[in-house]
């Protein structure tokens, strides 16, 4: 039942950088061809050194394609035919290619909803569309969607990023019922903020309140998250989820999610009175946040007003 990553073609969005990175090294570790797809040529090829490092054996390949995932689904389309006739039928597609802006919902421009809706929601579409016959057609498959921490919870600050995480959700959900008697499944990871040169990006125009919420829970490292990834990957899991509180927010937010085991879905219904309670806390925890901040701000205009 789990996937055998020896000699499997694994593609990965994003594979240039962060998370996608670590996740095609984690694959080319355990015996895997990887394509990489991302836009920058120069750091697709670094991205490809730093990954032929951990070869296991010699007949490995990591194959760069620059494409935006975003664009033009013919254009992506095109890119996995040609990476098929290249490294064969794609066993597993990780869609980690993404970005975030955060702002308040007056700040932002209506072009960065477009944006992100467009690369982490289409983004995610394209290339799924593209592999998913050949997967049901030979009965063999997994399709990974990487959401985040925010596409369980709306935050402050995350009106535009939230949402297309969000939409990653019923895709995955809808799409894994379509495709579960055709053994292909479905994955959808939900980190928490995790260092990578994507994640500084953002921290320079993130508001105090997002960087304030986000700290409840820790930074971690991309390798980790990327370890946990593929394992839950590998083994056809629904849900993937790093730390405790990873496990509480996918624990209460269930909702109506496949479950993968019985031990899940029994640990779910008797943890989510507790987790709801627990959550209930959180909130109040951050709507105290951001009146603080309010209040702050508030200060501090009046003090420049007086100077
Ligand atoms: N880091 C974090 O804190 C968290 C990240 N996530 C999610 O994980 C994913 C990876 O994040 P992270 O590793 O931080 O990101 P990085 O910014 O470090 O890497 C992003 C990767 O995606 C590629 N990419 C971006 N836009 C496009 C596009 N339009 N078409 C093709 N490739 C694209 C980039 O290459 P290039 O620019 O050359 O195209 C790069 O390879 C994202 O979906 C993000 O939302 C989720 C939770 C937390
Ligand atoms: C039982 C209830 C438990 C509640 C725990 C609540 C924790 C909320 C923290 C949310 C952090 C959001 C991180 C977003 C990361 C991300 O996607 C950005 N870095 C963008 O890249």
Redesign the pocket.
Known sequence: KPLALPGAHVVV?????????CIAIECYKQGAFITL????ED??LQ?KKEIEKHSVNDKQVVLCIS?????DYSQVENVIKQAQEKLGPVDMLVN?????VSGKFEDLEVSSFERLMS??YL?SVYPSRAVITTMKERRVGRIVF?????GQLGLFGFTA?SSS?FAIRGLAEALQMEVKPYNVYVTVA??????????A??NKTKPLETRLISETTS?CK?EQVAKQIVKDAIQGNFNSSIGSDGYMLSSLTCGMAPVTSITEGLQQVVTMGLFRTIALFYLGSFDSIIRRCMMQRARSEVADKTA
């Open positions: 969005t994003g594979g240039s950088s962060g998370i996608g990175k797809v991302a836009r920058n750091k697709l991205a494409v935006d995932v975003s664009q980690c290619a993404g970005m975030a690369v982490n983004g990487v959401s985040s921490q925010a990023y995480k939900y980190p928490p903020d995790t260092d990578t040169p994507g994640f990006e953002e930074v991309p």
